[in-house]
């Protein structure tokens, strides 16, 4: 069991950025890949990005490519998204999530292949 815990959201303007940071509890961080999803209200939670278990992989979604970049810190037990001219459009609850995997280099984009999530921070982009 690993327990998740995002922090870094808050109310920014267009072009802005933020850092979210995901801490992880446990020892074995290094055992999980991991990826970050949004959610904004009435939509479905969409994936935003996702790093192997020893970074040497990673991937993101197009609308986020050359904006958002994931990357983690194994001996600080953390996952970090950097965000970079955030848009409107942006806005939405960001959540970390974990899956459990024996390879070094899995990644994946689909939501329900991830075993533990945290509780999400808010992050409100305004024009």
């Known amino acids: 069991q690993v327990q998740l815990v995002e922090s870094g959201g808050g109310s920014v303007q267009a072009g802005d950025s933020l850092r979210l940071s995901c801490a992880a509890s446990?020892?074995?961080?290094?055992?999980?890949?991991m990826g970050w999803f949004r959610q904004a209200p009435g939509k479905e939670r969409t994936f935003v990005a996702a790093i192997s278990r020893n970074g040497g992989s990673a991937a993101s979604e197009d609308s986020v490519k050359g904006r958002f970049t994931i990357s983690r810190d194994n001996a600080k037990n953390t996952v970090y998204l950097q965000m970079n001219s955030l848009k409107p459009e942006d806005t939405a609850v960001y959540y970390c999530a974990a899956m459990i995997t024996f390879s070094l280099t899995r990644i994946t984009s689909i939501h329900h292949e991830y075993d533990y999530w945290g509780q999400g921070t808010q992050v409100t982009v305004s024009s």
């Open positions: 446990g020892r074995t961080f290094s055992n999980y890949a």
